[in-house]
Protein backbone atom coordinates (compact mmCIF):
# COMPACT_ATOMS: atom_id res chain seq x y z
CA UNK A 1 0.00 0.00 0.00
CA UNK A 2 1.63 2.97 -1.06
CA UNK A 3 1.29 6.43 0.15
CA UNK A 4 5.19 8.00 -0.56
CA UNK A 5 6.35 11.31 -2.11
CA UNK A 6 7.49 10.31 -5.79
CA UNK A 7 11.29 10.28 -4.96
CA UNK A 8 10.28 7.34 -2.10
CA UNK A 9 9.15 3.86 -3.16
CA UNK A 10 6.92 2.48 -0.33
CA UNK A 11 5.44 -0.88 -1.11
CA UNK A 12 2.12 -2.92 -0.33
CA UNK A 13 3.50 -3.36 3.31
CA UNK A 14 5.21 -0.79 4.16
CA UNK A 15 8.13 -1.54 1.82
CA UNK A 16 9.39 2.02 0.70
CA UNK A 17 12.19 3.62 -1.08
CA UNK A 18 14.97 0.72 -1.45
CA UNK A 19 18.25 2.81 -1.89
CA UNK A 20 20.22 0.13 -3.14
CA UNK A 21 23.04 0.85 -5.83
CA UNK A 22 26.09 0.61 -6.51
CA UNK A 23 28.79 3.29 -7.39
CA UNK A 24 31.48 4.90 -6.40
CA UNK A 25 31.25 7.11 -3.01
CA UNK A 26 30.81 11.11 -4.57
CA UNK A 27 33.37 9.94 -7.33
CA UNK A 28 36.57 9.86 -5.10
CA UNK A 29 35.32 6.72 -2.47
CA UNK A 30 37.58 8.21 0.90
CA UNK A 31 38.69 4.74 2.84
CA UNK A 32 37.26 5.06 6.72
CA UNK A 33 34.50 4.89 8.27
CA UNK A 34 33.45 8.47 9.80
CA UNK A 35 34.25 7.61 13.27
CA UNK A 36 37.92 8.87 12.46
CA UNK A 37 36.78 11.17 9.79
CA UNK A 38 36.36 14.97 10.18
CA UNK A 39 32.96 15.88 9.34
CA UNK A 40 33.69 18.98 8.27
CA UNK A 41 36.15 17.51 5.39
CA UNK A 42 35.99 19.28 2.32
CA UNK A 43 33.08 21.90 3.94
CA UNK A 44 34.37 25.01 1.90
CA UNK A 45 34.60 23.26 -1.17
CA UNK A 46 33.48 25.54 -4.32
CA UNK A 47 33.47 22.07 -6.57
CA UNK A 48 31.29 19.21 -4.99
CA UNK A 49 30.35 15.94 -6.96
CA UNK A 50 27.71 13.98 -5.07
CA UNK A 51 25.63 10.62 -6.21
CA UNK A 52 22.19 10.01 -4.98
CA UNK A 53 21.23 6.69 -4.92
CA UNK A 54 17.43 5.10 -5.48
CA UNK A 55 15.73 1.91 -6.23
CA UNK A 56 14.10 3.26 -8.94
CA UNK A 57 14.76 3.75 -13.05
CA UNK A 58 13.06 5.95 -15.47
CA UNK A 59 10.37 3.60 -17.47
CA UNK A 60 10.83 1.25 -15.15
CA UNK A 61 10.51 0.53 -11.53
CA UNK A 62 9.09 3.74 -9.58
CA UNK A 63 9.98 5.42 -12.74
CA UNK A 64 7.53 8.71 -11.79
CA UNK A 65 10.67 8.59 -8.62
CA UNK A 66 13.08 8.31 -10.79
CA UNK A 67 12.18 10.90 -13.05
CA UNK A 68 11.44 13.39 -10.20
CA UNK A 69 14.50 13.06 -9.12
CA UNK A 70 16.75 13.19 -12.34
CA UNK A 71 14.69 16.20 -13.85
CA UNK A 72 13.58 18.18 -11.29
CA UNK A 73 15.25 17.84 -7.56
CA UNK A 74 18.85 17.40 -8.63
CA UNK A 75 18.92 20.55 -11.52
CA UNK A 76 16.78 22.62 -8.54
CA UNK A 77 19.56 21.96 -6.50
CA UNK A 78 22.39 22.33 -8.54
CA UNK A 79 20.75 25.66 -9.10
CA UNK A 80 20.25 26.45 -5.45
CA UNK A 81 23.79 25.42 -4.77
CA UNK A 82 25.54 27.95 -8.37
CA UNK A 83 23.43 30.42 -6.54
CA UNK A 84 26.02 30.01 -3.71
CA UNK A 85 28.65 30.11 -5.53
CA UNK A 86 29.12 26.04 -5.53
CA UNK A 87 29.89 24.09 -8.18
CA UNK A 88 27.49 20.41 -7.52
CA UNK A 89 27.34 17.85 -9.67
CA UNK A 90 25.20 15.42 -8.50
CA UNK A 91 24.55 12.16 -10.18
CA UNK A 92 21.77 10.09 -10.11
CA UNK A 93 21.93 6.21 -9.70
CA UNK A 94 18.79 4.00 -10.30
CA UNK A 95 18.36 1.08 -10.64
CA UNK A 96 15.05 -1.48 -10.79
CA UNK A 97 16.10 -4.32 -9.27
CA UNK A 98 14.41 -6.78 -7.07
CA UNK A 99 14.23 -5.47 -3.33
CA UNK A 100 15.64 -7.84 -1.88
CA UNK A 101 18.44 -8.48 -4.04
CA UNK A 102 19.47 -4.23 -4.58
CA UNK A 103 19.77 -4.46 -0.54
CA UNK A 104 22.27 -6.90 -0.81
CA UNK A 105 24.40 -5.02 -3.67
CA UNK A 106 24.21 -2.16 -1.26
CA UNK A 107 24.92 -3.71 1.77
CA UNK A 108 28.21 -5.35 -0.08
CA UNK A 109 28.58 -1.67 -1.02
CA UNK A 110 28.78 0.01 2.27
CA UNK A 111 30.67 -2.68 3.55
CA UNK A 112 33.59 -1.91 1.56
CA UNK A 113 33.09 1.54 2.56
CA UNK A 114 31.28 2.70 -0.75
CA UNK A 115 28.32 3.22 -2.25
CA UNK A 116 26.45 6.40 -3.30
CA UNK A 117 26.83 9.17 -1.33
CA UNK A 118 23.01 9.70 -0.01
CA UNK A 119 20.27 6.94 -0.85
CA UNK A 120 16.87 5.77 0.14
CA UNK A 121 16.31 2.97 1.85
CA UNK A 122 12.80 1.31 3.27
CA UNK A 123 12.43 2.43 6.74
CA UNK A 124 12.41 -1.45 7.92
CA UNK A 125 15.95 -1.36 7.65
CA UNK A 126 17.57 1.40 8.98
CA UNK A 127 18.12 0.10 12.24
CA UNK A 128 19.63 -3.03 10.61
CA UNK A 129 21.72 -0.62 8.53
CA UNK A 130 22.67 0.72 11.75
CA UNK A 131 23.57 -2.41 13.75
CA UNK A 132 26.22 -3.01 10.79
CA UNK A 133 27.46 0.20 11.01
CA UNK A 134 26.30 0.85 7.13
CA UNK A 135 25.01 3.78 8.61
CA UNK A 136 25.52 6.35 11.06
CA UNK A 137 23.23 9.03 13.48
CA UNK A 138 23.03 11.97 11.28
CA UNK A 139 24.46 13.71 14.42
CA UNK A 140 27.99 11.93 13.49
CA UNK A 141 27.99 11.96 9.92
CA UNK A 142 27.50 16.02 9.60
CA UNK A 143 29.24 16.08 13.34
CA UNK A 144 26.61 19.15 14.59
CA UNK A 145 24.35 18.06 16.85
CA UNK A 146 22.86 21.92 16.42
CA UNK A 147 22.36 22.14 13.16
CA UNK A 148 21.13 18.86 12.75
CA UNK A 149 18.61 19.20 15.08
CA UNK A 150 18.11 23.31 14.17
CA UNK A 151 16.56 22.13 10.40
CA UNK A 152 13.42 23.55 10.47
CA UNK A 153 12.38 20.72 8.72
CA UNK A 154 11.76 18.43 11.90
CA UNK A 155 9.28 20.89 13.07
CA UNK A 156 6.87 19.43 10.34
CA UNK A 157 7.97 16.08 10.25
CA UNK A 158 5.62 14.43 13.43
CA UNK A 159 7.61 12.47 16.33
CA UNK A 160 5.94 9.08 15.22
CA UNK A 161 6.60 10.11 11.34
CA UNK A 162 10.28 11.07 12.19
CA UNK A 163 10.81 7.37 13.88
CA UNK A 164 10.65 5.74 10.82
CA UNK A 165 14.30 7.36 10.14
CA UNK A 166 15.79 6.94 13.67
CA UNK A 167 16.78 3.85 16.01
CA UNK A 168 17.69 4.00 19.24
CA UNK A 169 16.13 7.01 19.37
CA UNK A 170 18.59 8.59 16.92
CA UNK A 171 17.95 9.74 13.56
CA UNK A 172 19.58 8.48 10.68
CA UNK A 173 17.71 9.98 8.37
CA UNK A 174 14.75 11.89 7.07
CA UNK A 175 11.85 9.83 6.30
CA UNK A 176 9.73 10.11 3.20
CA UNK A 177 6.00 9.79 2.78
CA UNK A 178 4.37 7.40 4.81
CA UNK A 179 0.72 5.88 5.24
CA UNK A 180 -1.53 4.85 7.68
CA UNK A 181 -4.04 1.84 9.04
CA UNK A 182 -7.69 2.69 9.77
CA UNK A 183 -10.81 0.42 10.02
CA UNK A 184 -13.36 0.94 7.07
CA UNK A 185 -16.86 0.24 6.79
CA UNK A 186 -19.44 -0.01 4.32
CA UNK A 187 -21.97 2.48 5.15
CA UNK A 188 -25.14 0.85 3.35
CA UNK A 189 -24.42 -2.16 5.03
CA UNK A 190 -24.28 -0.19 8.62
CA UNK A 191 -27.55 1.44 7.50
CA UNK A 192 -29.45 -1.90 7.00
CA UNK A 193 -27.82 -3.25 10.41
CA UNK A 194 -28.92 0.14 12.58
CA UNK A 195 -25.11 0.78 12.65
CA UNK A 196 -24.47 4.79 12.86
CA UNK A 197 -22.69 6.16 9.63
CA UNK A 198 -20.13 8.28 12.02
CA UNK A 199 -19.00 5.06 13.79
CA UNK A 200 -16.25 5.07 15.86
CA UNK A 201 -15.05 2.08 17.84
CA UNK A 202 -13.89 2.96 21.38
CA UNK A 203 -12.52 -0.70 22.41
CA UNK A 204 -12.43 -4.03 20.60
CA UNK A 205 -15.73 -5.49 22.01
CA UNK A 206 -17.15 -2.24 20.14
CA UNK A 207 -15.99 -3.70 16.44
CA UNK A 208 -17.28 -6.97 17.74
CA UNK A 209 -20.35 -5.74 18.40
CA UNK A 210 -21.07 -3.84 14.81
CA UNK A 211 -19.76 -7.71 13.91
CA UNK A 212 -22.96 -9.36 15.75
CA UNK A 213 -25.18 -6.69 14.14
CA UNK A 214 -23.99 -7.12 10.47
CA UNK A 215 -23.77 -10.89 10.50
CA UNK A 216 -27.79 -10.61 10.78
CA UNK A 217 -27.47 -9.56 6.98
CA UNK A 218 -27.76 -12.33 4.74
CA UNK A 219 -24.37 -12.95 2.55
CA UNK A 220 -22.29 -10.14 4.40
CA UNK A 221 -19.12 -11.71 6.13
CA UNK A 222 -19.12 -8.82 8.77
CA UNK A 223 -15.58 -8.97 9.80
CA UNK A 224 -12.21 -8.52 7.45
CA UNK A 225 -8.91 -8.60 9.39
CA UNK A 226 -6.13 -10.28 7.36
CA UNK A 227 -4.98 -13.86 8.94
CA UNK A 228 -2.76 -16.49 7.84
CA UNK A 229 0.09 -17.28 5.94
CA UNK A 230 -0.95 -16.99 2.65
CA UNK A 231 -1.53 -12.79 3.23
CA UNK A 232 1.94 -12.90 3.98
CA UNK A 233 3.43 -9.42 5.36
CA UNK A 234 -0.28 -8.20 5.09
CA UNK A 235 -1.44 -10.27 7.99
CA UNK A 236 1.40 -8.56 10.06
CA UNK A 237 0.71 -4.82 8.63
CA UNK A 238 -2.92 -5.17 8.32
CA UNK A 239 -3.69 -7.66 11.29
CA UNK A 240 -1.49 -8.47 14.31
CA UNK A 241 0.63 -5.45 14.26
CA UNK A 242 -2.23 -2.84 15.00
CA UNK A 243 -4.11 -5.05 17.48
CA UNK A 244 -0.51 -5.81 19.33
CA UNK A 245 -0.14 -2.15 19.86
CA UNK A 246 -3.21 -1.97 21.05
CA UNK A 247 -2.56 -3.55 23.98
CA UNK A 248 0.21 -1.85 24.88
CA UNK A 249 2.75 -3.75 23.58
CA UNK A 250 5.16 -4.18 20.39
CA UNK A 251 6.68 -6.51 18.91
CA UNK A 252 10.11 -5.63 19.66
CA UNK A 253 11.16 -4.00 23.11
CA UNK A 254 14.35 -2.92 24.53
CA UNK A 255 16.35 -5.27 22.61
CA UNK A 256 13.97 -8.35 22.90
CA UNK A 257 11.56 -10.44 20.83
CA UNK A 258 7.75 -10.42 21.87
CA UNK A 259 6.84 -13.62 22.57
CA UNK A 260 4.23 -15.95 24.31
CA UNK A 261 2.91 -12.76 26.60
CA UNK A 262 -0.58 -11.54 28.14
CA UNK A 263 -0.36 -9.08 25.33
CA UNK A 264 0.11 -12.02 22.01
CA UNK A 265 -2.47 -14.00 23.59
CA UNK A 266 -4.67 -11.04 23.68
CA UNK A 267 -4.47 -10.79 20.00
CA UNK A 268 -4.90 -14.25 19.06
CA UNK A 269 -8.09 -14.38 21.23
CA UNK A 270 -9.49 -11.87 19.24
CA UNK A 271 -8.46 -13.25 15.67
CA UNK A 272 -10.54 -16.48 18.01
CA UNK A 273 -13.58 -14.39 18.62
CA UNK A 274 -13.86 -13.09 15.07
CA UNK A 275 -12.90 -16.56 12.84
CA UNK A 276 -14.68 -19.47 15.29
CA UNK A 277 -17.63 -17.16 15.72
CA UNK A 278 -18.63 -16.50 11.96
CA UNK A 279 -17.95 -13.18 12.26
CA UNK A 280 -15.23 -13.33 9.94
CA UNK A 281 -14.52 -15.70 6.88
CA UNK A 282 -11.77 -18.24 7.58
CA UNK A 283 -11.74 -19.79 4.19
CA UNK A 284 -10.23 -16.53 3.02
CA UNK A 285 -7.39 -15.94 4.87
CA UNK A 286 -6.21 -19.11 3.32
CA UNK A 287 -6.56 -18.52 -0.50
CA UNK A 288 -3.62 -17.32 -2.44
CA UNK A 289 -5.73 -14.54 -3.79
CA UNK A 290 -7.81 -14.05 -0.78
CA UNK A 291 -6.95 -10.04 -0.18
CA UNK A 292 -8.04 -9.07 -3.32
CA UNK A 293 -10.88 -11.32 -3.29
CA UNK A 294 -11.77 -9.63 -0.05
CA UNK A 295 -11.13 -6.35 -1.91
CA UNK A 296 -13.84 -7.51 -4.50
CA UNK A 297 -15.59 -8.68 -1.41
CA UNK A 298 -15.74 -5.06 0.16
CA UNK A 299 -16.49 -3.18 -3.10
CA UNK A 300 -19.62 -5.83 -3.73
CA UNK A 301 -20.96 -4.50 -0.50
CA UNK A 302 -20.33 -7.64 1.09
CA UNK A 303 -17.44 -7.18 4.03
CA UNK A 304 -19.11 -5.10 6.59
CA UNK A 305 -15.37 -3.49 8.36
CA UNK A 306 -12.13 -3.82 6.72
CA UNK A 307 -8.89 -3.03 8.10
CA UNK A 308 -6.42 -1.47 5.57
CA UNK A 309 -3.91 1.26 4.85
CA UNK A 310 -5.09 4.62 2.80
CA UNK A 311 -4.07 2.53 -0.23
CA UNK A 312 -7.09 0.74 0.25
CA UNK A 313 -8.68 3.89 -0.13
CA UNK A 314 -6.30 5.77 -3.24
CA UNK A 315 -6.10 2.62 -5.44
CA UNK A 316 -8.49 -0.11 -4.38
CA UNK A 317 -11.97 1.18 -4.39
CA UNK A 318 -11.04 4.36 -6.13
CA UNK A 319 -13.66 4.69 -8.47
CA UNK A 320 -12.21 5.15 -11.88
CA UNK A 321 -8.62 3.74 -11.64
CA UNK A 322 -9.03 1.28 -8.70
CA UNK A 323 -8.37 -1.92 -8.73
CA UNK A 324 -12.07 -3.07 -7.82
CA UNK A 325 -13.90 0.06 -8.38
CA UNK A 326 -16.86 1.83 -6.65
CA UNK A 327 -18.67 4.18 -7.91
CA UNK A 328 -20.24 5.42 -4.83
CA UNK A 329 -17.23 5.19 -3.14
CA UNK A 330 -17.01 8.97 -1.48
CA UNK A 331 -20.76 8.22 0.12
CA UNK A 332 -20.43 4.35 0.93
CA UNK A 333 -17.24 4.14 2.30
CA UNK A 334 -16.88 5.56 6.19
CA UNK A 335 -13.53 4.83 7.85
CA UNK A 336 -12.52 4.64 11.42
CA UNK A 337 -9.14 4.57 13.69
CA UNK A 338 -8.58 1.02 15.11
CA UNK A 339 -9.24 1.67 18.84
CA UNK A 340 -6.69 0.34 21.20
CA UNK A 341 -8.43 -3.12 22.84
CA UNK A 342 -9.88 -0.80 25.17
CA UNK A 343 -9.82 3.45 26.15
CA UNK A 344 -5.80 3.95 27.07
CA UNK A 345 -4.97 0.58 26.70
CA UNK A 346 -2.50 1.44 23.82
CA UNK A 347 1.27 2.18 23.11
CA UNK A 348 2.11 4.99 25.26
CA UNK A 349 -1.45 5.19 26.79
CA UNK A 350 -3.41 5.57 23.74
CA UNK A 351 -7.26 4.93 23.58
CA UNK A 352 -6.32 4.69 19.33
CA UNK A 353 -3.03 3.60 17.48
CA UNK A 354 -2.47 2.73 13.58
CA UNK A 355 0.69 1.28 11.54
CA UNK A 356 2.58 2.84 9.28
CA UNK A 357 4.89 1.61 6.48
CA UNK A 358 7.43 3.99 4.33
CA UNK A 359 11.46 5.08 3.92
CA UNK A 360 14.00 7.35 4.64
CA UNK A 361 16.96 9.20 2.93
CA UNK A 362 20.46 8.44 4.55
CA UNK A 363 23.64 9.74 4.05
CA UNK A 364 26.62 8.04 3.54
CA UNK A 365 28.82 8.18 6.29
CA UNK A 366 32.10 7.61 3.85
CA UNK A 367 30.90 10.52 1.54
CA UNK A 368 33.65 13.21 1.15
CA UNK A 369 31.11 15.66 1.40
CA UNK A 370 29.16 15.58 4.19
CA UNK A 371 28.02 18.48 4.79
CA UNK A 372 26.78 19.75 1.49
CA UNK A 373 25.23 15.99 1.11
CA UNK A 374 23.23 17.40 4.37
CA UNK A 375 22.48 20.53 2.53
CA UNK A 376 20.52 18.18 -0.66
CA UNK A 377 18.94 16.04 2.23
CA UNK A 378 17.60 19.14 3.60
CA UNK A 379 16.40 20.82 0.07
CA UNK A 380 15.15 17.83 -0.82
CA UNK A 381 12.86 17.08 2.30
CA UNK A 382 12.02 20.95 1.79
CA UNK A 383 8.31 21.88 1.51
CA UNK A 384 8.74 23.22 -2.16
CA UNK A 385 10.38 19.84 -3.15
CA UNK A 386 8.15 17.68 -1.22
CA UNK A 387 5.27 19.31 -2.86
CA UNK A 388 6.67 19.43 -6.29
CA UNK A 389 7.74 15.77 -5.93
CA UNK A 390 3.69 15.02 -5.85
CA UNK A 391 3.10 16.28 -9.22
CA UNK A 392 -0.56 17.28 -8.10
CA UNK A 393 -1.25 14.24 -6.87
CA UNK A 394 -3.06 13.47 -3.63
CA UNK A 395 -0.60 11.41 -1.61
CA UNK A 396 0.64 11.60 2.41
CA UNK A 397 3.92 13.12 2.71
CA UNK A 398 6.10 13.17 5.62
CA UNK A 399 5.78 17.21 6.33
CA UNK A 400 2.58 18.31 7.89
CA UNK A 401 2.11 22.13 6.41
CA UNK A 402 2.24 20.34 2.69
CA UNK A 403 -0.14 17.61 3.55
CA UNK A 404 -2.64 20.22 5.14
CA UNK A 405 -2.56 21.88 1.62
CA UNK A 406 -2.52 18.96 -0.90
CA UNK A 407 -5.21 16.96 1.02
CA UNK A 408 -7.13 19.39 1.78
CA UNK A 409 -9.58 18.60 -0.79
CA UNK A 410 -9.77 14.51 0.25
CA UNK A 411 -11.32 14.08 3.79
CA UNK A 412 -10.17 10.35 4.08
CA UNK A 413 -6.09 11.36 3.18
CA UNK A 414 -6.92 14.54 5.27
CA UNK A 415 -7.92 12.13 8.25
CA UNK A 416 -4.88 9.42 8.25
CA UNK A 417 -2.64 12.52 8.57
CA UNK A 418 -4.27 14.30 10.38
CA UNK A 419 -5.51 11.77 13.23
CA UNK A 420 -4.00 8.80 12.50
CA UNK A 421 0.32 9.42 12.01
CA UNK A 422 0.51 11.22 15.31
CA UNK A 423 -0.91 7.89 16.94
CA UNK A 424 1.04 5.73 14.39
CA UNK A 425 3.76 3.30 15.02
CA UNK A 426 6.29 0.96 12.76
CA UNK A 427 7.86 -1.81 12.78
CA UNK A 428 11.48 -2.42 14.56
CA UNK A 429 14.60 -2.26 11.65
CA UNK A 430 15.94 -5.18 12.55
CA UNK A 431 17.14 -8.15 10.97
CA UNK A 432 15.49 -10.86 12.47
CA UNK A 433 11.87 -9.29 12.39
CA UNK A 434 10.87 -10.86 8.94
CA UNK A 435 11.31 -14.24 10.61
CA UNK A 436 9.38 -12.98 13.39
CA UNK A 437 6.65 -11.80 11.51
CA UNK A 438 6.01 -15.03 9.56
CA UNK A 439 5.72 -16.70 12.88
CA UNK A 440 3.38 -13.82 14.16
CA UNK A 441 1.32 -15.14 10.77
CA UNK A 442 1.67 -18.28 11.55
CA UNK A 443 0.18 -17.89 14.92
CA UNK A 444 -2.85 -16.51 13.69
CA UNK A 445 -3.06 -19.38 11.04
CA UNK A 446 -3.14 -21.91 13.76
CA UNK A 447 -6.36 -19.86 15.45
CA UNK A 448 -8.30 -19.55 12.44
CA UNK A 449 -8.11 -23.35 11.51
CA UNK A 450 -8.98 -23.96 14.99
CA UNK A 451 -5.90 -24.38 17.83
CA UNK A 452 -6.35 -22.99 20.80
CA UNK A 453 -5.11 -19.74 21.55
CA UNK A 454 -2.66 -21.01 24.31
CA UNK A 455 -1.41 -23.57 21.49
CA UNK A 456 -1.13 -21.19 18.87
CA UNK A 457 1.05 -18.94 21.45
CA UNK A 458 3.73 -21.92 22.71
CA UNK A 459 4.41 -22.93 18.96
CA UNK A 460 4.73 -18.98 18.22
CA UNK A 461 7.13 -18.84 21.15
CA UNK A 462 9.28 -21.30 19.70
CA UNK A 463 9.24 -20.01 16.31
CA UNK A 464 10.64 -16.72 17.45
CA UNK A 465 13.34 -17.74 19.76
CA UNK A 466 14.81 -19.83 16.78
CA UNK A 467 14.64 -16.63 15.25
CA UNK A 468 15.90 -14.16 17.49
CA UNK A 469 18.54 -16.62 17.71
CA UNK A 470 17.97 -18.04 21.63
CA UNK A 471 15.16 -17.99 24.92
CA UNK A 472 17.39 -14.99 26.44
CA UNK A 473 16.48 -12.55 23.27
CA UNK A 474 12.30 -13.61 24.12
CA UNK A 475 10.10 -11.50 26.27
CA UNK A 476 7.48 -13.91 27.90
CA UNK A 477 4.92 -14.12 30.65
Not at 39 to 46: G, P, T
Not at 176 to 191: E, H, I, Q
Not at 374 to 391: P, Y
Amino acid sequence: MRSLSRFTTAGVLGAAALALLTGCLGSSGSGSNSGGQDANRNSDAKKVELTFGSNSVKGGKSSAGATFISDVLIPKFVAEQKGKGVDVTVKFQGDGSDDEVYKQKLSLDLSNKSGPDLFQIDGIWVGEFAQANYIKPLTDTVGDAAKVDNWDGWQQIPESVQALGSYNGKRYGVPGGTDGRVLYFNKKLFAQAGLPADWQPKSWDDIISAGQALKKISGVTPIQINAGTAMGEATTMQGVLPLLVGTGATVNSDGKWLGNTSQLRQVLDFYHQVYSTGLGDPVLQKEAKGRDKSFAEFAANKIGILLESDYFWRSVVEPKEGVAKMADRDTAVGWAMIPAMKPGAGVKGQDFVSMSGGGATVINPNTKFPQQAWEFLQFMNSADMVKASLDGAAKITQRSDVNSEVLKSDPMLSFIAGKVLPVTQYRPGRAEYPKVSAALQQATADVISGKSTADAAAAYQKAVEAAAGGKDKVTSN
